[in-house]
């Protein structure tokens, strides 16, 4: 490297004045930035002085400048959201004052009541219903077109509403199926022969009944489940002939309820819910299990 140039020095080759820096013989070009690039150097200068006068931008102490045309993002999406509030609150408004079979009437407030009722139920249901709705050992499917309590989207409403056997809830759904089995009201013999014959309505392998048997059901069981079996809505004894079961469905698990019944609990949800929100889960189950 050589000492400063006392004299500008310009290269033969390219016309271009050097730095005066040299490396080996190498000389260091001096070229002018493009002109494009400085003009667009200069807008951005002026765009970002304009722009911090307009908008807010500099930090201060416990906000920001404000910019003289008032813009503020936070104010912007209150706005938006606002104007959403009121776009669905119309339709809201509808729901809350239409009767459930009206709502089912009405494409439209069906598909929004429907959609508002599954995230809802993702909060509230799921944990017992699972997210799907499809239901464990003691948690009803609700995807299935067999309803315990009812499928019209009334009897929904009802069941989520007041809930089933609800500590507190006087409306609830009710109804204890006895426990046949510990308090001796069948013996061991007549347990045995129930559960084969129960097991034999929907196919489920067991021994076979004895000729007694129908009897027996209908002496001790028809009252809830009717005198055929499929179950009466009304009182929430399940329909036994069909391969749908509460729980499970082995020989082990007729037995299990027959020597001593489960009585499962779903809490009343008009206490924890308003009205809109159960009903909109109310169309929503509807619509899982294609209702009745
Ligand atoms: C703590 C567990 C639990 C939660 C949470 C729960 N459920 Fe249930 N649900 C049950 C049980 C248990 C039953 C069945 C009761 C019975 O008849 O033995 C049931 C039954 C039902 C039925 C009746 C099904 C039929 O075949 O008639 C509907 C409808 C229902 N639940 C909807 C809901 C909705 C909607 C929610 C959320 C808002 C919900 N459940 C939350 C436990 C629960
Ligand atoms: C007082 C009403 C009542 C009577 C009487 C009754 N049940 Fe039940 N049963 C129910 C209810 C309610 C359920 C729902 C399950 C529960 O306990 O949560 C049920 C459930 C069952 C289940 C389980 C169904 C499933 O899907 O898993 C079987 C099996 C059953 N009952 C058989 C019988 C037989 C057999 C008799 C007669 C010996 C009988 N029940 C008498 C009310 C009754």
């Known amino acids: 490297m050589t000492d400063k140039p006392t004299t500008r020095e310009i290269d033969e080759l390219t016309g271009t004045e050097t730095t ?3 490396w080996d013989g190498i000389k260091e070009l001096n070229t002018p930035m493009p002109r494009w690039w400085l003009w667009t150097f200069y807008a ?4 970002s002085v304009g722009y911090t006068i307009l908008f807010p931008a500099w930090p201060m102490i416990s906000s920001a400048t404000g910019g003289v045309l008032g813009y503020s993002s936070r104010a912007e999406l209150h706005q938006d959201l606002s104007n959403l509030q009121t776009a669905n609150q119309a339709v809201v408004n509808r729901i809350t004052e239409l009767p459930l079979h009206e709502i089912l009437a009405d494409g439209e407030l069906t598909r929004f009541a429907s959609a508002a009722g ?3 139920f993702k909060v509230n249901c799921s944990q017992c219903h699972g ?6 050992s003691g948690y009803p499917n609700l995807n299935d077109d067999s309803w315990i309590w009812g499928g019209t989207v009334d009897d929904i409403y009802l069941t989520i509403a007041h809930g089933v056997r609800s500590a507190t809830d006087p409306d609830t759904r009710f109804n204890l199926m006895p426990n046949f089995g510990a308090d001796g009201m069948l013996d061991r013999a007549q347990i045995k022969d129930m559960v084969a014959y129960v097991a034999g309505l929907s196919g489920i392998e067991a021994e076979s009944a004895s000729p007694e048997a129908a009897q027996l059901f209908l002496d001790n069981c028809s009252g809830c489940h009717g005198a055929d079996a499929k179950g009466v809505a009304e009182l929430g004894g399940p329909d036994l002939t069909d391969a749908i079961w509460l729980y499970e469905g082995s020989v082990a698990s007729i037995e299990a309820q027959l020597n001593r019944a489960r009585h499962g609990m779903m809490p009343a949800w008009s206490e924890k819910l308003d009205d809109v929100t159960i ?3 109310a169309i929503y189950v509807h619509g899982l299990g294609g209702g009745q």
Do not use: R, V
Not at 44 to 47: L, M, N, P, V
Not at 131 to 136: C, D, I, K, L
């Open 20 to 22: 005066g820096h040299e």
């Open 279 to 281: 009903k909109q889960l």
């Open 131 to 136: 997210t799907g709705a499809a239901g464990a």
């Open 118 to 120: 599954a995230s809802a």
């Open 44 to 47: 951005t200068i002026a765009f």
